[in-house]
Each structure stands twice: as structure tokens, then as C-alpha cells.
């Protein structure tokens, strides 16, 4: 897929490499570089997937990254109903008890 | 301009100084000592003031509802005379979807007021959206940082929605991975663009939230013919519940209590990549609460003008599985779909109200959107695929932070963990002997901290002198 100037792309780039983070961190987070994410639209002519390119985010400023992806995808959803929340149930609370007795298990 | 976070951090006074729009060192008075009610009033904005800037963009003025049902329940499950009555604020209908936009809405102002071509907010939660939307409203350009990804690439969904309501603002969003470097980040994107600092800690955003304690106080009274018996608060940075007690003593509650709430996030590390997707909410818990409570200037501004200590006249905890839970008897018995911010301290009323008198009044300060992310049952399924383990049974129990969530089975279940205050204060004098290595304390710093944690000097100077011995 040819990827062309203007088309809306996300780059990511690591902004501090992990002997260059602070040094109180926890031992996995020591480990790992501290990388960014930033979505706008491709500036080069055209690209391809791993290439160092510039983008203009929507403000207008410029951001070189190595590309990710094309028109990213929002990954988040409602996800699946839960049963442990399912099951409760408006009639079955206000059946129970009265006032001051305590719940059966 | 060197780059390194070496020389980014050693540039932060002066980054600071040129995009907050304040001089801090006006308010230094010697030592820890500075003066925060004239921090607070040099703002030059009377509350009416600030309503008015509010209105301008359609901020304030949301609804106080009594939750009838809810309340009904409680009854059902309280002693005889029991149960007190809780009314919430909802504060999702701000532009934004909720009280971040009281927050957002004057720093906004003063950078337009000031000048700036932009405004920058680092923050995973709503106040990017409604610092978003506020500048989308005066015409000026955003940058949201956010915390967002692991070092797999996986981003929390709440935070994820967060990045869609931005982008949908017109805002940059950049997201980071995990650890405190995003406030490195951040200085260097100030730097970089001039654009003004909307902190959540500047008097600004505080000043902001006054309107919500006045409010809250004056529908209550309209409503019931009293102030509030209990305001309670979701506690996280400290702004919320900092400024809607203060907006509460301007409306002349002086009697009401503020409680504050955290979801129990204890033993998950803050800045652990591995920890970061075990937990399932990114605001209103203990990794913010405590901390901020008890060391408050460990913000982005050089002096935090939301200092809990000074109003919270208690502190609970409540656990993840009661929060989800108290989230699904507010949609099924008060027909309000909300987000979970607001519902912590909604768990925290319905268990306290079941402890008080049924004429008294609580209420719950704020509301939050919900959405695709926000959901429980995207947070749950998010957990289960990060290997948290999710079972019906007791909340607090059974409970455990990273491993466990435990939805109540029965109202009954409903409960809180009591955070002694005590405990907080001793903490906030631990902190300056520790953090800033201090021993002895001046006259005006033993009054600074006897106002900052509400005890006479004469118990602040026993508390020094029992710490200071016992970190020999």
C-alpha cells in the first residue's frame, strides 16, 4: 500500500533511551526505553511503514518519527458483557429484606 | 538546545516561570513557608467573576439530583433511623462530560487573557478533554500529553477514549510510555512551542473549582433547606476536593465535612511498566491520593495550589469491585449512565450513609461521562486480559490490587477502609524531614505546616520531635 503526503499516519519515536531515563524507577521500568506516539499527516511525498518520516500534527507542528501506521484504528472498545455484573438485578434487590434484617448469602 | 533530560530539568525553573503566566516567588515567605491564601487571591477573580468566565463557554450550573432509589435501598439495608439521603452533582453535563471543565475553563481564559498562542496539559484523564474543548471554544491550539502505553505498546482503554475525545477537540495528542518522564516531556514541549502550562496544580484550575463547593451548597440548600451534612469527594491530585471545599466555605457551609475517597491501588507501583495495565482505574486512587496528599508540591508548578491536608476532614478507601458495582446500580435503579470517578466516592456515601442519621444529606460531588473504554465491562474485560483474576464475593476482603477484583454480591458488602488523618499528617512532616533532608523548622515554617495540616504549633513541634527521633 503506497502510503502519500497528506494522509493521516501515527509515528513513534523512543524520546530518551533507557540509560538515559531518571535513575529512581522501578527495575522493569529501567529496562525499557520512554517512547512516543504522536498522530498527523504525512508531509514526505510518499512512504513506507518503518520509514523516518516527518508529520504535521494537527496544530501544525512538525514531528520526525520512524512511521507505525496508516489512518489508525481506535483500538478501545465496550468490550464483553461481564456476568459478575449481569446478574444484578433491580426487582432482586428491593425484594429482599426489611429494614435493619441482615442479607442472606 | 540540548535536549538531554539533564539539562531539560535543569532549564525547568525558567520554563515554568515563562509558561505558567505567575510569579511564584511573590508568595515565598522563608524556608517550606509560603502564603497560599495570597497565592489564591491575587488571582484577581471574585467568585462571581469566575461564574461568569464559566458561563461564557457553557461551564457550571449542572443539576443536583437525589438518587431516590438508591436511597430507598439504603434505607432497606440501615438500621432503624439510618440512612442518610444522597444527592449527586452531575457534572458530566460540562461541555466535556465533566468537572474538569470548571478546572479547564480559567486557565484557558488567562492564557488567551495573557496572550499565548496555545495551551499544553499533561494528563491521562478528563482535563485533557476539557482542556481541549475549552480551547477549542476560545480559538486556541492544544498538546495533551498522556501516560498511555506500556512498554508492549498496550494502552489502558480509558485512556485510549481519553486520546479519541482529544483528537475529536482538534488537539496534538502525544502519547507516552510509562514513568515520570512525561513531566521532562512536557517542559521540553513548552519550551519548544511558548505555549502556556494549564496545570492542574495553578491557582487557576483550583479557582475553578470553587464554583462546584458553592453550587453544591446552594442547590442543597434550595432543595432540602440545609447545607450538605457530608460532601464526598474522589480523591486523586487534590484539586477536586481542595476546591470544592473552598467553594463551600465561600457559600458559608462552614459545618459540612469533606470526605475524600481513593480507589485502593496500594501495592501496585506508579512508574512500573508491568503494573501499569494491572489496575483499572487511571485516576481517583491511592497512587495519586496519598502521595499528593501528603508531599503536594511534587507537582509541575513550583507551589500546588491544591492542598487536601487543609480541608479533608477525613479519608477512605474504597476497592475497585465496589466502584464497578456501585457503577451498575446507578444506571439500573437511577437510570445515569456515568464514569467511574464520580461513582468512587459514590460508594463511599452509600456506606456512610448507611452510618448516619436519615435526615441528614450527602452529597456526592461530581459525575463523568462514560463511554466505549470507560465502561466496566471494558475495564473488566481489559483486566481479565491482563490476567486479573475477576469473581463475585466480599469487596474488601477479598480484594487484591494487580491480582483480584471482587464484585459485592450483596449491597451489605458495601463498605470503606478509614485512612486516619493522623496517619496522612505524620506523613506530610515525614516527607519535608526526608525529601528535603530538613531537621529544624523556623517559626514561620512550624506556622506554615500547623495551617497546612489543620494541628496547633504546639502538637506540630511533638509530631517533628517524634519523627525526627524516630528516623535516627
Known amino acids: 500500500m503506497e502510503i502519500k503526503k497528506g494522509d493521516w499516519v501515527q509515528i513513534h519515536y523512543i524520546a530518551l533511551n533507557h540509560e538515559e531515563r531518571v535513575s529512581h524507577l522501578p527495575e522493569d521500568t529501567k529496562k525499557v526505553p520512554f517512547e512516543v506516539r504522536i498522530k498527523g499527516f504525512l508531509e514526505d511525498e510518499k512512504a513506507e511503514i518503518g520509514d523516518i518520516v516527518t508529520i504535521k500534527t494537527p496544530i501544525g507542528r512538525l514531528v520526525k518519527g520512524k512511521l507505525e501506521k496508516v489512518n489508525p484504528k481506535y483500538e478501545h472498545n465496550f468490550g464483553e458483557p461481564i456476568p459478575e455484573l449481569l446478574k444484578i438485578n433491580k426487582d432482586k434487590l428491593f425484594l429482599s429484606r426489611d429494614r435493619g434484617e441482615k442479607p442472606q448469602s | ?472
Open chain 2, 1 to 472: 538546545m540540548d535536549k538531554s533530560y539533564k539539562a531539560v530539568m535543569e532549564r525547568q525553573i525558567e520554563i515554568i516561570k515563562k509558561s505558567v503566566g505567575l510569579d511564584y516567588t511573590k508568595y515565598e515567605i522563608e524556608g517550606i513557608a509560603f502564603d497560599y491564601e495570597k497565592m489564591m487571591n491575587e488571582l484577581g477573580f471574585s467568585i462571581e467573576e469566575i461564574k461568569r468566565i464559566q458561563k461564557e463557554t457553557g461551564v457550571g450550573d449542572t443539576p443536583l439530583v437525589e438518587l431516590k432509589n438508591i436511597n430507598k435501598l439504603i434505607k432497606k439495608f440501615s438500621d432503624k433511623g439510618k440512612g442518610a439521603r444522597i444527592f449527586v452533582k452531575d457534572e458530566q453535563t460540562n461541555p466535556s462530560g465533566s468537572f474538569k471543565d470548571r478546572r479547564a475553563s480559567i486557565s484557558v481564559y488567562m492564557a488567551k487573557k495573557l496572550g499565548y498562542e496555545g495551551v499544553i496539559a499533561a494528563t491521562s484523564g478528563n482535563y485533557g478533554a476539557a482542556v481541549a474543548s475549552q480551547a477549542a471554544k476560545r480559538g486556541l491550539k492544544s498538546i495533551i500529553i498522556q501516560e498511555c502505553f506500556d512498554s508492549r505498546g498496550v494502552g489502558q482503554p480509558e485512556i485510549l477514549e481519553k486520546e479519541r475525545a482529544c483528537a475529536g477537540y482538534g488537539s496534538e495528542v502525544i502519547q507516552v510510555s510509562v514513568g515520570p518522564e512525561l513531566f521532562y516531556y512536557t517542559l521540553l514541549l513548552l519550551e519548544e512551542t511558548g505555549f502556556f502550562n494549564a496545570s492542574l496544580y495553578s491557582p487557576f484550575g483550583i479557582a475553578g473549582i470553587e464554583t462546584l463547593g458553592l453550587e453544591i451548597a446552594n442547590q442543597t440548600k434550595e432543595l432540602t433547606g440545609k447545607f450538605p451534612n457530608v460532601v464526598v469527594s474522589t480523591h486523586a491530585g487534590g484539586g477536586l476536593t481542595t476546591g470544592t471545599a473552598r467553594g463551600l466555605k465561600k457559600a458559608g457551609a462552614y459545618s459540612t465535612k469533606v470526605i475524600g475517597a481513593s480507589v485502593d491501588l496500594r501495592g501496585l507501583h506508579m512508574a512500573s511498566d508491568k503494573d501499569f495495565n494491572r489496575k483499572s482505574f487511571t485516576t481517583g486512587h491511592t497512587g495519586f491520593g496519598i502521595p499528593f496528599a501528603v508531599f503536594p508540591d511534587r507537582s509541575d508548578v513550583p507551589r500546588n495550589a491544591a492542598r487536601v491536608l487543609r480541608y479533608m476532614d477525613r479519608y477512605v478507601l474504597v476497592t475497585q469491585g465496589e466502584v464497578f458495582y456501585m457503577t451498575e446500580l446507578l444506571a439500573k435503579l437511577e437510570g445515569l449512565q456515568r464514569g467511574p470517578a464520580g461513582n468512587t466516592s459514590l460508594v463511599a456515601a452509600f456506606a456512610l450513609a448507611r452510618e448516619m442519621k436519615e435526615d441528614e444529606i450527602i452529597v456526592v460531588n461530581e459525575t463523568e461521562y462514560t463511554g466505549a473504554g470507560k465502561l466496566p465491562s471494558a475495564q473488566l474485560t481489559f483486566a481479565k486480559e491482563n490476567g486479573i483474576q475477576v469473581i463475585s464475593g466480599d469487596p474488601i476482603k477479598d480484594d487484591k490490587p494487580g491480582e483480584r477484583i471482587v464484585i459485592p454480591e450483596d449491597p451489605s458488602q458495601i463498605g470503606y477502609i478509614e485512612i486516619p488523618m493522623s496517619q496522612l499528617k505524620e506523613s506530610y512532616i515525614n516527607q519535608l524531614i526526608k525529601r528535603l533532608g530538613k531537621s529544624d523548622f523556623t517559626q514561620k515554617e512550624i506556622e506554615f505546616i500547623s495551617e497546612e495540616i489543620r494541628e496547633d504549633e504546639d502538637s506540630v513541634k511533638n509530631l517533628i520531635k517524634k519523627l525526627r527521633e524516630e528516623s535516627l
